[in-house]
């Protein structure tokens, strides 16, 4: 931890410039939040844009390497036949009948939680 920040259980205080402070304070004003708030939704879309650019980098490499791209595209073509996943535009009313039974009985579908013991069903 810097000496410009401190960390309790749940929150960090942090120093900034005045500058800084300022500018922020009055964009949260201007957004109709505390503070507090829009600090933690500033960091979140700064978050996702980080996450986003390094996600295009990565496509972009991909596609600056013929091999890397080949095998994407290798990939991707064998996913081709898994997209219908077999269902046959004639009986999707059964496969929805189906799925609907299964999640009826969910619970007959699920492994048994650690430590417990599966009910036996009443004969």
């Given at each position: 931890m810097?000496?410009t920040?401190?960390?309790?259980?749940r929150?960090?205080?942090?120093?900034?410039?005045?500058?800084?402070?300022?500018?922020?304070?009055?964009?949260?004003?201007?957004?109709?939040?505390?503070?507090?708030?829009?600090?933690?939704?500033?960091a979140?879309?700064e978050?996702?844009?980080?996450?986003?650019?390094?996600?295009?980098?990565?496509?972009?490499?991909?596609q600056r390497?013929?091999?890397?791209?080949?095998?994407?595209?290798?990939?991707?073509?064998?996913?081709?036949g898994?997209?219908a996943?077999?269902?046959?535009?004639?009986?999707?009313?059964?496969?929805?009948d189906?799925?609907f039974?299964?999640?009826?009985n969910?619970?007959?579908?699920?492994?048994?939680?650690?430590?417990?013991?599966r009910?036996?069903?009443?004969?």
């Open positions: 810097s000496d920040a401190t960390r309790t259980e929150d960090v205080t942090l120093r900034v410039h005045r500058r800084a402070y300022d500018w922020l304070t009055e964009a949260a004003h201007r957004a109709g939040m505390p503070l507090t708030r829009y600090l933690d939704e500033v979140e879309r978050h996702r844009r980080m996450q986003w650019a390094r996600f295009r980098e990565a496509a972009e490499q991909v390497d013929p091999a890397a791209l080949a095998e994407e595209a290798a990939y991707d073509r064998s996913l081709e898994t997209l996943d077999g269902l046959e535009p004639a009986e999707p009313r059964q496969v929805w189906a799925i039974a299964a999640m009826a969910e619970d007959e579908l699920k492994p048994p939680q650690a430590g417990r013991r009910k036996r069903a009443e004969t």
